[in-house]
């Protein structure tokens, strides 16, 4: 079964440190999708990648940088956390676009 | 670009009866509109799909359809149960963007006794 995992689950940070989070995925797909979850807001999609060594902003790319250095990996990095920034992130992947996504589980990210 | 609405934010329905969960779309080059379903504390997984070559498709209980003049697509739960409840995100995709998927901000589905 397609397996995209999340590490760390959840994760306090304080305001101005850096965060990494990190996502790996064993589905052998090239697209992978770094997504913010707020209440009320559904997915807003941060980063995105469709080949390894190469990231594309999402709609909401400020703040946040994005790492793809091979094809199973694909982290999200927050060099200066914000109060803002806290919500929960979800890292995805498919295999082409218009086709199904498959989602980890998701970090919890506290920002204080 | 693509916006996507989902209508209804919260949806509460006796057991047994059915559910419609309703999106509209504005882009109208976008082809793909998939369905997909977050349980509490749970990530988000796919339940069903519908291209723009159709305007119905049915997965056992089930339904999407599209109305593509509208710009309107819709879920419809038949008999529903209680593992029904959880949030129903709408999507779809967006040709300015490489055809990314634009979602919806979620319904969440309650299914009362």
């Known amino acids: 079964e397609a397996a995209v995992t999340q590490s760390p689950r959840s994760k306090v940070a304080v305001t101005g440190g850096k965060v990494t989070l990190s996502c790996h995925q064993t589905n052998n797909h090239d697209y992978m999708y770094w997504y913010r979850q707020d209440t009320g807001h559904g997915l807003r999609l941060i980063h995105y990648s469709y080949v390894a060594d190469s990231t594309e902003k999402g709609d909401i790319p400020d703040g946040y940088k994005a790492s793809r250095p091979s094809q199973e990996n694909f982290s999200l990095i927050l060099e200066l956390a914000s109060l803002s920034q806290t919500a929960v992130y979800f890292c995805?992947?498919?295999?082409?676009?218009?086709?199904?996504?498959?989602f980890g589980k998701g970090t919890r990210l506290t920002v204080v | 670009g693509e916006k996507v609405e989902q209508h209804e934010s919260t949806l509460s329905v006796r057991e047994g009866d059915s559910a419609v969960i309703n999106c509209t779309y504005t882009d109208t080059a976008s082809s793909y509109f998939p369905w997909y379903k977050q349980e509490a504390g749970k990530s988000l997984h796919f339940v069903i799909d519908i291209r723009s070559n159709v305007d119905r498709k049915q997965s056992q209980r089930l339904i999407v359809l599209l109305d593509k003049k509208a710009k309107r697509f819709s879920l419809h739960i038949t008999a529903t149960q209680p593992e029904d409840s959880a949030i129903y995100f709408c999507a779809a995709n967006e040709m300015d963007s490489n055809y990314q998927l634009i979602w919806g901000s979620g319904t969440k589905l309650i299914i009362k006794p």
């Open positions: 995805a992947s498919s295999d082409a676009d218009s086709t199904e996504v498959f």
